[in-house]
């Protein structure tokens, strides 16, 4: 229960984004975890910069432990294709330890898809998910 309350107080949160630039492109991705590892977030928000220099990422896990969205790794793959990457430090795993987390989102545009690959470190599984996404405003 406690993730999804910070889920949706993530996704407020990273709604308010807009107000801080109109220039900006967000989308919604509703994922599906593939295998139960729960580290698949279900829903990522993905804001673009200016020209889509740049991006931001927000999902729970973000917002647990940073409470903001964060700079990601940008890298365009194709037309409207992108890799979008990002790291969580100090990531709390089963209530009792921390872990830091890698977050891979293979974001299509033109088909309005994702898949997700998460890592967590210090363990040999990783996590997949996919899903659907839309634009937001």
Not at 17 to 45: D, S
Not at 66 to 86: H, Q
Request: aromatic share 8%.
């Amino acid at each position: 229960m406690k993730q999804l309350r910070n889920l949706g107080l993530a996704l407020v949160a990273g709604l308010c984004l807009g107000t801080q630039t109109q220039a900006a492109e967000r989308f919604m991705c509703e994922l599906a975890a593939h295998t139960r590892f729960g580290l698949v977030p279900p829903k990522v928000l993905i804001q673009f910069g200016k020209n889509r220099g740049s991006v931001l990422a927000y999902d729970g896990h973000i917002h647990e432990v940073y409470g903001k969205p964060i700079a990601a790794v940008l890298e365009e793959v194709g037309a409207s294709r992108y890799t979008i990457s990002w790291g969580i430090e100090n990531l709390p795993v089963n209530g009792i330890t921390t872990a830091s987390s890698q977050s891979i989102l293979r974001l299509n545009l033109n088909e309005m898809t994702a898949t997700f690959t998460g890592y967590l470190g210090g363990y040999a599984n990783h996590a997949r998910g996919s899903g659907k996404c839309r634009p937001v405003s």
